[in-house]
């Protein structure tokens, strides 16, 4: 919530705020002058999970972020991560600005790895934070009426934008993205794997990416979504089957997402040679040499 420098003056600010796919769009006019605070305890019991893209339109303002200082004037762009503590005061009569959130695990990958936390602010010069500039009020035009699947392809493309405005080289990307896209899948098929409802088109818009961009991803392991969600559902239950021989095989077969118990038992004699039943057995009285 804004706090007022003048705790007697009145507060006035028109907003507006639009949702579209993976974005959210707020623009702000006359605002009175004020300092916004996000501090760390907001932070934790609110955490976003997405990177802001601020847009200066009044005359500037004054940012303390990450441990850095800075002002901005009309036009600079400043992108950060927002579940970073920061503070900002107007440095204007009129405060005006725009702010996009994108989720991180859409715009991490295209940005350098520099180890340190993001924030970067990109001064309104010709070259690319202009054209970032003049992509963010088109999108902000267009967005409402783009389709899900066309929505999802405009939001790539801004953050490979973003990513060459803050430094990363075109060419890098392309591994960068796949390998980063890559991890973030196998996290999460990872925490959900219990889930009976787990499928590629769930992890796609978990992710907020395409279900292309996750198969593409997949590719250079030699492995589909499906299969590796299917792998990593077999080789716990074996390793329940083993390890826990109290728990029977329904109950360890539905623990780990199976719908059926059918499938479970050919899923698993295919990929292991034996019923799991067969395989209980021969490990509690191994053959002897």
């Not at 996000?38 to 940012?63: K, M």
């Amino acid at each position: 919530m804004p706090e007022c420098d003048d705790k007697a003056a009145p507060f006035t600010a028109r907003v507006s705020r639009l949702t579209v796919g993976p974005l959210l769009h707020m623009h702000y006019q006359e605002i009175t002058p004020c300092r916004v605070r996000r501090g760390a305890r907001e932070i934790a019991r609110y955490p976003r999970q997405a990177c802001s893209i601020y847009r200066e339109a009044s005359a500037g303002a004054w940012f303390e972020r990450a441990g850095q200082e800075f002002t901005t004037k009309t036009g600079d762009i400043v992108i950060a991560d927002l579940d970073l503590p920061f503070q900002t005061r107007s440095l204007a009569q009129a405060y005006s600005h725009d702010v996009w959130l994108v989720p991180k695990l859409a715009l991490t990958p295209y940005l350098p790895a520099s180890g340190r936390p993001m924030l970067q602010r990109l001064a309104a010069e010709p070259g690319t934070a202009r054209l970032l500039g003049a992509y963010l009020d088109v999108l902000g035009q267009e967005a409402a009426s783009m389709s899900p699947a066309t929505l999802d392809r405009v939001t790539d493309n801004l953050c490979r934008l973003i990513g060459v405005a803050c430094g990363m080289a075109a060419g890098e990307q392309v591994d960068a993205v796949r390998e980063a896209r890559l991890a973030q899948a196998k996290r999460y098929v990872e925490s959900h794997l219990a889930d009976p409802h787990l499928s590629p088109a769930g992890v796609a818009a978990a992710l907020g990416i395409s279900l292309r961009s996750l198969h593409i991803a997949f590719e250079p392991t030699g492995s589909s979504v499906a299969r590796y969600i299917l792998q990593r559902r077999l080789q716990e239950c074996r390793s329940m089957l083993l390890n826990d021989r109290k728990r029977s095989i329904t109950d360890i077969a539905f623990a780990w997402g199976f719908n059926t118990l059918s499938g479970f038992y050919r899923a698993f004699q295919a990929a292991y040679g034996a019923s799991p039943g067969d395989l209980r057995a021969a490990s509690r009285h191994p053959p002897l040499n």
